[in-house]
């Protein structure tokens, strides 16, 4: 649109009078002619430029007495496939989108709007009048939002109701391949049929955007994790025809997750194999002690050494087979099976289970009251040995104290998006060396009870989970230990799991 | 080669001439404990046992040994600690301290990586178990002749 172009006129044309014969004054047209917001020019049948308005002159400079071509675009001939020849010849009028040079030299795009001028009905059109418009800021912004769509680092579509892509970007059409005709469900996931929980259906239902993590396979066949958020593209909510779907593409990062877990699942054999090491060495301590004493009693023929060596050797052979047994159990990786199920319940079990045990030592076992919480998708099952470890730990705690009174204490909250357990004993605490080998190695400080697998098992649950665990400990005061869920992880491992 | 036999010969004759030397064992497990007692007695020594880490250094100031074997990995408190506990005790503060532990490899133990009070030198000797007897006792010799010099 020229700058220029004012409406300052508006109110005389409003008050234009016509006289009693029905005309309006040449002024007025003369005035209508310059002031319209279009470059305006007149041509004959020849090409000559006989009257441009001043928009036209600002727009495409000197034009008196040249040709059109000579003023649109520079040419020393006609153009080829002239529209304005065609409407000569025709009388029609037409639109075409053209590009030519502005007075300064400068590339011009512009829209012209051919009309033709007859003089009287049924003769030949003696002049036309080409209305013409700058687009170049369009034409810019047109190839700006082109270069977007096309080139942004994330996967663009459009579909229609029936699912099927219209258009999609480069970057899609390179991961997914061929869109051309077909549906989404084709192209995003190798699907025949639409997919069930489709967040698309969803926006054109309610007009809302939707936002989900999404599994696809790229044209390769290969997997494709991406983050899918799907927006009406209509104002008018009550009738969306077409839904934008734009995603993200998370494999790499989905990738890299994996093989953190991986490595921390290597980090975690490699701990389990030198804690069992730990274990393996104090039994064979055991074992090298009874013939060691064994051998003495033989040699010095005393009963009472031999008996003393012998039961050494039953002790620490049952002590393997504990061990083995233990070993076994926190080997088997299962995969968590997660249920919709009350963290106060499973908190409650334990009580039930532990009450009167911990009671006849003299040690009070309580849940500590709060708000109530929410259902959590956990794997109850692994969810009860955990608490089960912490709380037979606690318990120990209190027992291995001097302390006359001991007391263990189970919570269980939300916080910050976190489903928290806490199990807190007034025991008699841990120093600095035994916390910091807690999870690293699996040692026990039982002596001969434990073979030192709870807490390892108990971490490897909770990681199941996505969760993490952690300790507080002041020696003589009390341990206490935190079970933390994110409860975005918790359902994210739900849906996936239902997805499978 | 000579030397070996005289020095020996000069073991034998300290045996006869010396009293024997107290070495007190402390460990949770009383395996470990029956097993060094009887591995002590059988070479000459008296030994004295607890199995936690406080009782250990209250017989540690009852008999004044002359040499404390010590686990790490014990409930309430650990070796360690009590070994911090000793060499801060002027009264202790020179006894040799000999670590026994299955928590890592001999040639690995980092005494630093547990403690770091920089006040506080590392223990005389670290033996990993299971132990080898003969080189338990040799160490135990070591470090409770009165020939061995403290770092």
Not at chain 1, 7 to 33: C, H, M, P, Q
Not at chain 1, 183 to 209: H, L
Not at chain 1, 243 to 259: F, G, P, R
Not at chain 1, 397 to 410: D, F, N, Y
């Amino acid at each position: 649109m020229s700058k220029n172009s004012t409406y300052k006129n508006k109110s005389s044309v409003t008050a234009i009078k016509a006289d009693k014969n029905g005309v309006v004054g040449d002024w007025f047209y003369r005035e209508l002619f310059e002031q319209v917001p279009f470059n305006m020019a007149i041509i004959d049948r020849d090409f000559n430029i006989v009257q441009a308005n001043k928009n036209f002159g600002d727009y495409f400079g000197r034009w008196k007495g040249r040709k059109c071509y000579k003023v649109y675009k520079n040419l020393d001939h006609p153009c080829v496939g002239c529209n304005a020849q065609l409407t000569f010849q025709d009388g029609r009028v037409r639109v075409s989108d053209e590009s030519g040079v502005d007075q300064h030299g400068q590339e011009a795009h512009y829209v012209v709007h051919l009309a033709p001028l007859k003089p009287h009905k049924g003769e030949q059109v003696k002049y036309i009048v080409e209305m013409s418009r700058d687009v170049i800021e369009t034409k810019n912004l047109q190839m700006e939002y082109q270069l977007l769509f096309e080139r942004v680092p994330c996967y663009i579509t459009v579909i229609d109701r029936n699912y099927k892509i219209i258009r999609a970007n480069e970057n899609f059409r390179d991961v997914f391949g061929d869109v051309h005709g077909k549906q989404c469900y084709e192209v995003y996931k190798k699907r025949k049929t639409k997919c069930p929980n489709c967040p698309a259906a969803k926006t054109f239902k309610d007009g809302i955007v939707h936002h989900s993590n999404q599994v696809g396979i790229n044209k390769d066949g290969e997997k494709a994790h991406y983050m899918l958020t799907t927006s009406p593209l209509s104002r008018d909510i009550n009738n969306i025809a077409h839904v934008i779907e734009i995603s993200t593409d998370i494999t790499a990062t989905k990738k890299l997750e994996k093989e953190v877990i991986e490595a921390e699942r290597l980090a975690a054999v490699g701990q389990t194999v030198a804690g069992l090491a730990h274990s393996i060495k104090n039994i064979l301590m055991g074992l090298e002690g009874g013939m060691y004493v064994v051998g003495r009693g033989l040699e010095k023929d005393n009963k009472k050494l031999l008996n003393q060596g012998w039961e050494m050797l039953e002790r620490n052979l049952n002590k393997t087979t504990s061990l083995v047994r233990d070993f076994l159990s926190f080997a088997k990786g299962r995969l968590p099976e997660l249920e919709m199920v009350k963290p106060g319940e499973l908190v409650k079990e334990i009580v039930d289970l532990y009450g009167k045990i911990a009671e006849d030592m003299g040690i009070e076992l309580a849940v500590e009251k709060g708000a109530r919480v929410k259902r959590a998708p956990l794997d109850p099952k692994g969810i009860h040995t955990c608490l089960t470890n912490l709380v037979s730990n606690a318990i120990d705690a209190c027992r291995m104290s001097e302390k006359s009174k001991g007391r263990v204490t189970i919570k269980v909250y939300d916080s910050n998006g976190n489903l928290t357990f806490t199990v807190s004993d007034s025991g008699m605490g841990m120093d600095y060396d035994i916390k910091k080998k807690l999870f690293t190695t699996f040692f026990t400080t039982k002596g001969g009870q434990g073979t030192g697998l709870g807490l390892l098992t108990t971490r490897k649950i909770i990681k199941e989970h996505g969760g993490k665990i952690s300790v507080q400990s002041q020696k003589g005061k009390g341990s206490t230990f935190k079970m933390i869920f994110p409860r975005k992880r918790l359902n994210d491992l739900y849906d996936d799991g239902k997805q499978k | 080669m000579s030397f070996c036999l005289l020095w020996v010969i000069w073991i034998k004759i300290g045996r006869i001439w010396m009293t024997e030397k107290k070495v007190l064992i402390i460990d949770d497990e009383p395996d470990v404990i029956s097993y060094l007692t009887v591995v002590l007695e059988s070479n000459g020594f008296r030994p004295y046992s607890a199995t936690t880490a406080e009782n250990g250094f209250n017989l540690a100031v009852e008999v004044e040994p002359d040499l404390i074997c010590v686990d790490i990995m014990m409930p309430q408190e650990s070796g360690l600690s009590l070994f911090v506990k000793l060499r801060r005790e002027s009264k202790f503060s020179d006894i040799p301290v000999l670590i026994i532990s299955g928590l890592e490899q001999e040639q690995d133990f980092d005494f630093r990586k547990f403690v770091d009070s920089e006040d506080v030198s590392p223990p005389d000797l670290y033996i990993e178990k299971p132990i080898k007897v003969e080189r338990f006792i040799e160490a135990v010799r070591k470090l409770t002749s009165s020939t061995h010099v403290k770092k």
